[in-house]
């Protein structure tokens, strides 16, 4: 049973609409990430947060934004959606200690085609 | 910077074949984890195993093994009499201590098992 979830699962929507990804962990971590996966399947950092009002632009330029006002909460908007957007977006969770065995726990994506 | 490199972009086996899927990583820390993950088609990754930079003792989970082998850098992903079920793209994954927990992806190999 996910203790994070997506959504929507999968999202079809026009150039120029704004939209945002919705990410929930049940978990209570600290640290959220959203990850973007090209269709060639490699995966980026876009976006982190390491608590509440906090966070940080990733590895990858996105021109995506996010927020962190709850714990549990961590939703990615794109103000302006354009087919370059088109990809799958991954969320993710982990707690605050290296000891955090699992790493992450990922949600199951949401599959985004901008047309 | 740290780089994880997964070579095998894609590999077909038949069921009850075995199948090693290399993973050479690179950083500067002396303290880091590795994880391996597996994305089914649904698109969700699943974790599967983390180790430490100080622990080098394989590890077998059933018909997965893994090979840590730090003078070479490289953490390999056996597995064993492979079945239509790990059919899937498998990620290597690096999370050097100064990272912060962000983790670093591989590429990804796609295993297609035939029956």
């Known amino acids: 049973e996910a203790d994070i979830y997506q959504t929507p699962r999968y999202l079809v929507i026009g150039t120029g609409k704004k939209i945002t990804l919705e990410c929930s962990q049940t978990m209570g971590h600290d640290k959220m990430y959203w990850y973007q996966q090209d269709p060639g399947m490699e995966l980026h950092l876009i976006h982190y947060s390491y608590g509440v009002n906090s966070t940080e632009k990733g590895d990858l330029s996105s021109e995506s934004t996010v927020s962190r006002i709850r714990t549990e909460h961590f939703p990615l908007t794109l103000e302006s959606a354009r087919p370059s957007h088109t990809s799958q977006y991954l969320c993710?969770?982990?707690?605050?200690?290296?000891?955090?065995?699992?790493?992450?726990?990922f949600g199951s994506g949401t599959r985004l085609t901008v047309v | 910077a740290q780089k994880v490199t997964q070579a095998q972009t894609e590999i077909s086996v038949v069921e009850k074949e075995d199948v090693t899927l290399d993973c050479v990583y690179e950083?500067?820390?002396?303290?880091?984890?590795l994880f391996w993950y597996k994305q089914p088609p649904s698109g969700e990754l699943v974790f599967l195993i983390r180790?430490?930079?100080?622990?080098?003792q394989n590890e077998i989970s059933g018909r997965y093994s893994w090979n840590f082998q730090k003078s070479t850098s490289s953490f390999n992903f056996t597995i064993t009499a492979s079945q239509v079920v790990d059919s899937a793209v498998y990620f290597c994954?690096?999370?050097?201590?100064?990272?912060?927990?962000?983790?670093?992806f591989g590429g990804g190999t796609r295993v297609l098992v035939k029956p």
């Open positions: 993710a969770s982990s707690a605050l200690t290296e000891e955090d065995a699992d790493g992450y726990t």
């Open positions: 950083t500067r820390d002396t303290t880091y984890y």
């Open positions: 180790r430490n930079s100080f622990d080098e």
């Open positions: 994954a690096l999370n050097p201590k100064s990272a912060g927990n962000k983790l670093t």
